[in-house]
């Protein structure tokens, strides 16, 4: 076939299927640019499910024909807030880091699992053991500890180690909550058996509570894991009068 005719051809193709495109690509994009394409969005938004942990059903609402998803809707509350965040990322990368005087290079650029990580609420796991506590007890902070580490173990949404669990006790000792920080340190202790921090922060909080056998045990089980423990011997020495 001469290459005229070939070109032609090519030609009828697009000026069909262009309206057709059209018709098809995205009708309400606040955010991204009005030109892209069904196809490129869609990436984007499997970019966004990974990133919260959620399916495409969080932010967009079916068709009122049952015909798969309204995707250009905005009835469904969770898109909005997607949106604010669109912009709210734009604004973290186009507006806030580049004030910075000088950059990493490459220079690194926040996206939406910077922050997520795979959860839909950003929470570290000392807020989400912390807040469990808030609610309902430690033994709550103890089976969101254990579902978390069974859903999102090797994901990275969560740091598992010893001093992110510590926070929790050393917040609830700040608030007073000396009985709670205890549970929560003898949790910490279970996991952490050769942690002398453990059980010397669990001694303050004993002695908190006024109960001096209690913080005793905990500082000599400190020192035990720990004998360099120069300010654990002076706390010992004066509880026992010394
Ligand atoms: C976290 C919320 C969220 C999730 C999850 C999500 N979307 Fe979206 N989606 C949005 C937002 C926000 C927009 C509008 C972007 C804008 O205003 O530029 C959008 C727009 C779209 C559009 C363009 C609609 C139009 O005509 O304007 C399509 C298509 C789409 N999403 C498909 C999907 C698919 C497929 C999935 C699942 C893989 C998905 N979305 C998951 C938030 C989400
Ligand atoms: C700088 C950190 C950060 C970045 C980046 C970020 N988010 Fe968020 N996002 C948050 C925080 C914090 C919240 C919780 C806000 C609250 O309710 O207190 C949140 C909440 C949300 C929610 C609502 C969750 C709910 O409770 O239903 C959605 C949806 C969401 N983000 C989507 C996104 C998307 C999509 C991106 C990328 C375009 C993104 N976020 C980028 C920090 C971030």
Known sequence: MPLFFRLAGLATCFLLTVPAIAQNGPQN???YPTNMTRGEIIAEMRHFSFALG???EH???ERTDGRGFDFASDANPNKEKARVMLFMTDAINSQFLTELADRA???VEVTCKTCHRGTLQPRLLWQELLLATHESGPEAARD????????YDNSGAYDFREWET?????ELAKEGRHEDAIAIWMMNAERFPASDAIQSGMAESYQALGDTLGAIQA???????N??????KRALAGLKGE
Request: glycine share 2%; aromatic share 6%; hydrophobic share 40%.
């Open 219 to 225: 500082y000599e089980a400190a020192l035990a894991l």
């Open 59 to 61: 932010c967009h609402v």
């Open 166 to 170: 510590n926070v929790v006790a050393e």
């Open 29 to 31: 994009l606040e955010y």
């Open 54 to 56: 959620v399916r495409c």
């Open 105 to 107: 290079d490459p220079v």
């Open 144 to 151: 969101k500890l254990t579902e978390l580490q069974e859903n």
């Open 227 to 232: 004998p360099g423990r120069n300010d654990v």
